[in-house]
């Protein structure tokens, strides 16, 4: 365990305790040790090298000449190279550590792994990390990363040794809990190097969703889960009591997700529509660093490969580029490479999902299919979300009606009439009490112990069973075991001849972000991500997909077919609303609930007084 930054036990218990009856807290009072994750630790017995900065490492593997290769530069532009350099990051820590004390450890240890182990995530707020520790998940960390379960005759030899001096080993992967070689031996996939200029040491672990989990499982080991399936606090001044991810709240589940996913349980074929040049995708690797034929090394006699893995890590994030080079101009960032990552993010999120359109009666259904390995979108869940924007027009293509409008110039979505996919967390009444927060949808990260919302899209291989036993369950929205789709009905409107559909991804809302600027009390961080979110264009809104069908006839909620809304309509609700099975009930069902009530009633009531 790491050495106390540390409180007084009793002086910890009784300020929640206090906060508890009522009074309004600041702070909860955490120790850095609530935050502890097993593996390699930034002090103890165990010395590790330093870490080279992924500077040293373009000398090889950037460019010979005009030719660039596909590993530092595609690094460098992505949001890993970038992820201490994020100005959300930035303002979420600052929160973070408001709202528990030193909850920053847990933040740091993921976005900046060399400067959280060589001993500058103290203090939590980042303030003594250097400018090395920029480089976010450099080169070196990833290549220097364990196989935490030794495997006889694949891991390397050394691997025993390495992980007997680790102590305690992870439970599971995630939160950040890596092991690191202490020696500087990078490690990759290829059993054979020609000519490496450093020690290096072939790694089967780097091409498994494994490592890809220790970053993208994210837990909040502050509260255990309970018999009942709640989440309540730890002691605040100790570890987790199983440092079991799933026994903490779950923050992110994307490892998890793909876990339970048919891209895990075999591989799916993509079609091309992933994977560079392979068909078939499995792991985290397959999608994110996608193969191509070429060399990594410009060292005469280098091996040109059939399966180099791109080192793209595209996600959905193409907005954060445009404020990092506005705050890092004296960085030596390649604004091309920056830039050259969003457009890969825009076509990660162009084939992530296909809409397709049906008309039924008085709607037009939009399904929206989820081709990735995980829900959809997934990730770090707040401000994080997906919409539909339907317009209907009419023969003179004019928009008689929109649902799901957004505002460009004030970035406000129009929620109350469309279909958002998100996840949305919040504080139950114990929480409320001990920090003075009302109960209900929060975005206090590090302080939330309830799940709100979750209708995010499913994946291929999807079981309600699974997805439970890794606390990913859907909250708010029901998905049959296997449906990877999601499917939405829109009322049409009288003299509507044309409805286009599009879907849309934001990395984060209005809300979100002027949140981080609001309830900033530390620093100006928040200040900052807001000064560049206007800058930058409001977290532009990428489309992912459109399509558009043309309508066929229809009566708008006219069960007899004679052109209004009449008594003839009221007679035939009654019968559905006693019966609602068949097409003609469809007409009446306007809330999309599958059943005719009395909110559809009301509806039809209106209808009635305004055929």
């Not at 793909?258 to 799916?268: K, P, Q």
């Not at 957004?406 to 949305?424: D, G, P, Q, R």
């Not at 609001?518 to 807001?530: K, R, W």
């Not at 019968?575 to 306007?590: K, L, V």
Request: a negative charge.
């Amino acid at each position: 365990m790491r050495p106390a930054a540390q409180r007084n036990f009793a002086t910890a218990i009784l300020a929640l305790a206090t906060a508890i009856t009522g009074a309004q807290a600041e702070q909860v009072p955490t120790d850095i040790e609530a935050f502890f994750q097993p593996g390699s630790q930034p002090s103890g017995e165990v010395v590790y090298e330093s870490f080279r900065p992924s500077s040293n490492c373009q000398n090889c593997h950037f460019g010979d000449g005009d030719e660039v290769f596909v590993i530092f530069a595609n690094w460098q532009g992505s949001m890993m190279a970038q992820s201490a350099r994020d100005p959300m990051f930035h303002a979420c820590l600052a929160i973070a550590n408001q709202d528990a004390a030193f909850a920053g450890d847990l933040c740091i240890r993921c976005h900046t792994p060399a400067g959280w182990i060589q001993g500058r995530s103290e203090p939590t707020d980042g303030s003594a990390l250097i400018a090395q520790d920029l480089d976010g998940v450099s080169c070196s960390v990833c290549h220097r990363m364990v196989d935490p379960v030794f495997k006889p005759g694949i891991s390397p030899d050394v691997d025993a040794d390495i992980l007997a001096n680790i102590n305690p080993l992870p439970v599971s992967p995630g939160g950040g809990n890596f092991i690191l070689d202490p020696v500087d031996r990078r490690r990759g996939p290829y059993d054979f190097i020609f000519n490496a200029g450093h020690a290096w040491l072939p790694s089967p672990f780097h091409r498994s969703s494994e490592l890809c989990a220790t970053c993208h499982d994210v837990s909040n080991p502050v509260y255990e889960r309970q018999p009942d399936g709640t989440y309540g606090l730890t002691d605040l001044e100790h570890p987790h009591p199983t440092a079991d991810k799933y026994d903490m709240f779950p923050l992110e589940r994307t490892y998890s997700e793909w876990l339970h996913s048919a891209y895990a349980d075999g591989g799916v074929d993509a079609g091309g529509r992933f994977g560079g040049n392979i068909d078939v995708v499995s792991t985290c690797q397959d999608c994110h660093m996608p193969k191509t034929e070429g060399q990594g090394c410009f060292i005469p006699g280098t091996p040109i490969r059939t399966d180099l893995p791109s080192h793209d890590f595209a996600g959905g994030n193409a907005w954060a580029q445009d404020m990092i080079l506005n705050l890092y101009p004296d960085d030596n960032l390649v604004p091309e490479f920056l830039q050259a990552t969003q457009e890969r993010a825009i076509s990660m999120l162009e084939r992530a999902a296909d809409l397709t359109l049906t008309q039924q009666g008085n709607y037009v259904s939009a399904r929206v299919t989820n081709e990735t390995g995980h829900k959809l979108p997934t990730g770090y869940p707040e401000g994080r979300r997906m919409w539909l924007n339907t317009q209907l027009t009419n023969d003179a293509d004019q928009i008689i009606r929109e649902f799901g409008l957004y505002e460009e110039l004030s970035a406000e979505l129009h929620t109350t009439n469309t279909k958002v996919y998100e996840a949305k967390l919040g504080v139950d009444q114990t929480i409320a009490n001990a920090t003075g927060l009302p109960p209900g949808e929060s975005f206090h990260f590090v302080l939330n112990n309830v799940i709100i919302k979750d209708n995010r899209i499913p994946p291929r291989g999807f079981t309600n069973a699974a997805f439970e036993s890794v606390q990913a369950s859907p909250v708010g929205a029901t998905y049959a075991d296997g449906q990877h789709w999601d499917d939405t009905r829109f009322r049409l409107q009288q003299g509507a001849t044309t409805a286009t559909v599009r879907l849309y991804y934001q990395s984060a809302s209005k809300e979100y972000i002027t949140f981080l600027r609001d309830e900033n009390e530390t620093n100006d961080a928040g200040d900052i991500l807001y000064e560049q979110w206007e800058l930058t264009g409001k977290s532009p809104p990428v489309l992912m997909a459109t399509a558009t069908i043309d309508l066929a006839p229809f009566a708008n909620g006219d069960a007899d077919d004679n052109g209004t809304v009449n008594l003839d309509d009221y007679a035939a609700f009654l019968a559905c609303e006693s019966n609602p099975i068949g097409p003609s009930c469809e007409a009446f069902d306007f809330d999309d609930d599958t059943d005719v009530d009395l909110v559809d009633f009301g509806e039809l009531q209106i209808e009635l007084s305004q055929p």
